[in-house]
Nanobody, 121 residues
Framework: QVQLVESGGGLVQAGGSLRLSCAVSGIRFSLNVMGWYRQAPGKQRELVAISISDGGGSTNYADSVKGRFTLSRDNAKNTVTLQMNSLEPEDTAVYYC?????????????WGQGTQVTVSS
């Protein structure tokens, strides 16, 4: 059974930093996509940053976090880390780790349980 275990959320003042980590276990296939989404109260879940291994690899960021957040990935350990700097109150949300892989040609995806990030002004 595939599991995504997140860590690193918490409360921080505006301008501060947090580091989120996610470890994927129980997977027998290479992960095509790893990244983070977030959902603020009353809002839809949105992409924060995602690493795609297809086509030579790429990392995409939401415009709102470009220049402040950095996504890193360790394929050997099946981990992904989101370094969040210069945090703003608008970054307050539950952050979810996301992973996608293929078994043959069939795509699968899984989510972590979510970790709360609260940025005070």
């Amino acid at each position: 059974q595939v599991q995504l275990v997140e860590s690193g959320g918490g409360l921080v003042q505006a301008g501060g930093s947090l580091r989120l980590s996610c470890a994927v276990s129980g997977i027998r296939f290479s992960l095509n996509v790893m990244g983070w989404y977030r959902q603020a109260p009353g809002k839809q879940r949105e992409l924060v940053a995602i690493s795609i291994s297809d086509g030579g690899g790429s990392t995409n960021y939401a415009d709102s976090v470009k220049g402040r957040f950095t996504l890193s990935r360790d394929n050997a350990k099946n981990t992904v880390t989101l370094q969040m700097n210069s945090l703003e109150p608008e970054d307050t949300a539950v952050y979810y780790c996301y992973a996608k892989w293929y078994e043959g040609r069939v795509p699968f995806a899984s989510w972590g349980q979510g970790t709360q990030v609260t940025v005070s002004s």
